[in-house]
């Protein structure tokens, strides 16, 4: 080899050891427990909090699914496994020469020494060392950690943070180090709260790291943005609400030149971005499971960039004394532009009152067109169309009503007479619906009400005429029925969406003077509008 190519290739080799090098795998582990010891009152939101974290850490802080470590009402004793699994494999990242991150988040009860986790405590000096046994590069610990005692608006949430020390940068490629970011000060307590469904910390958080706190715009949320977000939002929104003020706290040892970013949100779903000036904050809540995703407080003179999954949000936007209400859909990989000429202007009291942004359940429209069959022995299989009115639960899997009309038309023969019937369906039922990523879906039963219009001709019915007899006669009848459906539905817009629904009935018709049981099947197609 000469020495030009050996140059060449020793070049190539330095730059892969450094792109080797500079690779980073991250990892997560969100912990969330509403019961403290036997004296502490249950949380209601720790739980769910912890599962809003881990799929921001999924969705937009590129930790692998693979990666991700959910702990929901678990034992101190499965936290310690977690976290001795997650070493092992952060382990063998280090070995191959990658940078490794780890986010660490808690929810639950706590007090100056310990967090309280199901009975049990786990000291916080232990919860350090079994941290830093991990030796990632970079480790980010958020705590929300919380003890007993009822406040005016909300349940009491407290941690005791250690002291704060100053960060420093060293010659190094990237920042190294562990990061501690507490809800509350010392002597302090924190809240959750029962209208945003979870605590202020982690709900201004979240919304911090969905882009409310990327300040700069460039698409990044850095560490200094999202802890400077979360300070002041969580202490406005304490101070606003409750009777106890909290200032969260940053604890950090980092060593390393460049900035720590912990979200990226081009790797979201789908993004809504919000007009410079738009209002004094928005609120965005997701249609189904009524979960408040993101609370922003829109620039003055750049636009907000959000990242979220792809479906159908609700929209407030808070403007003076007036509240600009509606909803948006956001496609699968594409960004929305809100545009605040389509929505509904209301006084802050008016919304209230209806509960729009919040409310229960939704109702909803529906039309579809398929197929079924007949009701009766003699029938056959013939179009229907529906017009049905739905009412949705929320909150993940929930109850649901169903009931309308349905208009089918079929036909049967025999050897001695042909059928044209008309038949109507009125319908009532219950069932369960819920989200499925971006699916709904739902299953309902219950009991319906038919009316029948039959019309029986004899196959020589054109010779009976000219005979000057009878050439067919006309009945009716009535019976009832039980259903049973399953219904799949996609949003296509923020108050619409397309669904398929299978099912069919068993009825009891009274025929040539008996009583019939017929089962029938039906399939239909058919679009949804919000009301």
């Known amino acids: 080899m000469s020495a030009r190519g050996a140059r060449v290739l020793g070049a190539l080799l330095v730059l892969l050891s450094v792109s080797v090098a500079s690779a980073e795998s991250r990892f997560s582990i969100s912990v969330g427990h509403d019961l403290g010891l036997d004296s502490d009152e249950p949380l209601r939101w720790a739980q769910q909090d912890a599962e809003r974290m881990d799929a921001v850490f999924g969705q ?6 693979d990666r991700r470590l959910l702990l929901r009402g678990e034992s101190v004793s499965n936290l310690r496994l977690g976290l001795a699994r997650m070493r092992g494999r952060m382990e063998e990242a280090r070995r191959a020469g990658e940078r490794t991150l780890l ?8 007090d100056e020494a310990s967090l309280r986790v199901g009975g049990e405590a786990l000291p916080l000096a232990e919860l350090q060392r079994l941290l830093a046994e991990v030796q990632a590069t970079v480790t980010v610990a958020m705590l929300d ?9 909300g349940r009491s949430k407290g941690f005791k943070s250690a002291p704060a020390f100053d960060i420093s940068f060293l010659r190094q490629v990237g920042p190294a180090g562990r990061v501690f970011i507490a809800s509350a000060g010392a002597h302090e307590v924190a809240q959750e709260s029962d209208s945003l469904r979870g605590s202020f910390f982690t709900h201004h958080l979240i919304s911090g790291l969905r882009g409310a706190a990327d300040v700069d715009g460039d698409g990044r949320v850095s560490l200094t943005e999202a802890y400077a977000y979360v300070y002041h939002r969580t202490l406005a929104g304490s101070h606003a609400s409750t009777a106890a003020v909290q ?3 940053l604890s950090s040892q980092l060593a390393g030149e460049g900035d720590l970013f912990l979200t990226t949100l081009s790797r979201s779903h789908a993004r809504l971005e919000l007009p410079a000036g738009v209002g004094d904050s928005v609120v965005l809540v997701d249609e189904r499971t009524l979960q408040v995703m993101a609370e922003v407080a829109p620039r003055a003179e750049d636009p907000v960039s959000v990242a979220l999954p792809s479906g159908r949000y609700r929209v407030q936007v808070r403007r003076g004394p007036q509240v600009l209400y ?6 699968w990989g594409e960004t929305q532009r809100l545009k605040p000429e389509s929505l509904e202007v209301r006084t802050l009291a008016l919304h209230q009152r209806k509960g729009a942004l919040l409310e229960a359940s939704t109702w909803r429209l529906q039309a579809a067109l398929g197929a079924a069959r007949s009701s009766t022995q003699l029938g056959g299989w013939g179009p229907q169309v529906g017009v049905l009115l739905a009412r949705e639960g929320t909150g993940g899997l929930g109850l ?3 009931g309308g009309l349905t208009l089918g038309a079929s036909r049967g023969s025999t050897p001695a007479q042909k059928l044209q ?6 319908w009532s039922g219950l069932g369960l619906a819920g989200s499925v990523g971006r699916v709904w879906v739902g299953g309902h039963a219950g009991v319906g009400v038919l009316g029948l219009a039959q019309r029986a001709t004899s196959p020589d019915a054109e010779r009976r005429r000219e005979l ?5 006669r006309t009945r009716t009848g009535a019976g009832v029925a039980i259903f049973a459906t399953l219904t799949a539905e996609v949003p296509v817009s923020a108050s619409t969406g397309l669904f398929a629904r299978l099912g069919g009935h068993v009825a009891l018709m009274r025929e040539d003077e008996k009583l019939r049981t017929q089962s029938a099947p039906l399939l239909m197609l058919g679009c949804t509008w919000g009301l």
């Open 400 to 402: 649901s009503f169903l």
């Open 421 to 426: 019937q008309v038949e109507l369906g009125l």
């Open 247 to 249: 200032h969260p706290e």
């Open 145 to 153: 950690a919380c003890h007993s005692g009822a406040l005016v608006r």
């Open 468 to 472: 000057g007899l009878p050439a067919g």
């Open 326 to 331: 509606g909803k948006v859909y956001l496609p």
């Open 103 to 110: 986010f660490f988040y808690f929810s639950g009860h706590g």
């Open 60 to 65: 937009l802080g590129g930790v692998p699914e």
